[in-house]
């Protein structure tokens, strides 16, 4: 496998902070060789605890990982940031400000702070997010802290990426703790009032409290947590409890969530952008596998994915996306491989009933036609 000068997956699983960096340039970027780079250090993965800090804007998530980050190094953590900041939707620039409130350990070498503009990705991240993050789990880190830029009630797209996610409210959230409680809130494994010193934080921290929903399984409540990142007040506790979840969960969600296993034809695919699918439909072929790509055409009834949608399907089984919700896709990743090893493109027409549209949310059954053609 062949990489341009700037690209040196060696010097990156060795440590070397200037090739780290042209790396997650490279990635960001998409330039020539990352593609590559990012299949190079695939087996590498799965070591580092991705934790998302996410919320509305003005809740103090910089400042707030300013003080985990010290937290952290005294516990001997080697962490990297991927803080992604909004682009302005009239120029397309970004500020990339959050590392200045970070910059009182961004000269640790045992730290690494990369700041990403959205470039207009909704969702809360970049484009090229989970795949930085990949670059740092590999590298060795041992924490990933993901920064979303201010988000509101649906932008949970930090859900798929990180193990642990801490969502960061503001004092006087009041009652619209209600009309984000079927958002963002059912994401968080650890709230945290920030601010904590405002009078107005503990009426927030029993609205949240109270609102129902903090039990995700017998295993793990999701605490509510008071912080003050400024002074350092209760950011040993959050620690405390961002590792205790670990401890029930696991890592590498997002890599579980990538490669699902194509006999579970009842779980439906993992959500993904456009640009995640073609690029894990580039990574494949990178490595020489063979690949297709299933898109809904046309659509009758209530189907359970819109005309566009994706699901793209390596020559094991391995899938990203989907066309149907859970459905079809045991049927539809068949049929790629078929295509895969034929080089002949199919159209597929399938009836969902009104008993599997209910299974993923719809009041009643269709059809959909599903075109699968093999990517060369």
């Known amino acids: 496998m062949s990489f341009s000068a700037d690209i040196d997956p060696a010097a990156v699983l060795g440590g070397s902070r200037p090739a780290l960096a042209r790396a997650l340039t490279a990635v960001e970027n998409g330039r020539p060789g990352a593609a590559e780079l990012l299949v190079s250090l695939a087996s590498h993965r799965g070591r580092a605890h991705i934790v998302g800090i996410t919320g509305a804007p003005g809740a103090g998530k910089s400042t707030l990982i300013n003080a985990l980050l010290g937290e952290l190094l005294a516990r001997g953590r080697r962490i990297a940031v991927v803080a992604v900041d909004p682009s302005s939707p009239v120029t397309g620039g970004a500020l990339l400000g959050d590392r200045v409130r970070m ?180 990574r494949w072929r990178a490595v020489g ?21 994706h699901l793209a399907v390596e020559e094991s089984g391995a899938f990203l996306g989907s066309v149907s919700g859970g459905c079809i896709e045991g049927a539809v990743i068949g049929e790629a491989q078929e295509v895969i090893t034929d080089g002949r493109p199919r159209l597929l027409e399938f009836g969902v009933s009104d008993e599997q549209a209910w299974e993923v949310g719809l009041a009643c059954g269709g059809r959909v036609q599903v075109l699968v053609e093999r990517i060369e």
């Open 103 to 282: 910059g009182g350990h961004g000269a640790d070498e045992r730290v690494f702070i990369r700041s990403l503009s959205s470039r207009g990705h909704l969702g809360g991240l970049s484009r090229t997010t989970a795949q930085l993050v990949d670059v740092f789990d590999a590298a060795g880190f041992d924490v990933v802290v993901v920064e979303t830029v201010g988000v509101g009630q649906s932008e949970v797209e930090i859900g798929r990426v990180a193990d642990t996610n801490v969502v960061v409210c503001p004092p006087g959230l009041g009652d619209e703790v209600q009309a984000i409680k079927a958002g963002i809130l059912e994401i968080a494994d650890i709230l945290v009032v920030n601010k904590g010193d405002s009078p107005l934080a503990a009426r927030t921290m029993l609205d949240l409290q109270t609102s129902g929903g903090l039990q995700r399984d017998e295993h793990w409540t999701v605490p509510v947590l008071r912080t003050v990142a400024t002074s350092g007040e209760g950011i040993a506790e959050l620690v405390e409890r961002i590792d205790a979840h670990t401890g029930v969960t696991g890592i590498g969600r997002r890599l579980r969530a990538a490669t699902p296993s194509a006999a579970s034809d009842a779980m439906p695919a993992a959500p993904a952008t456009d640009d995640e699918l073609f690029e894990q439909l580039r």
């Open 289 to 309: 596998r063979g690949v297709a790509l299933a898109t809904v055409v046309r659509t009758w009834g209530s189907s359970p994915r819109p005309e566009g949608s």
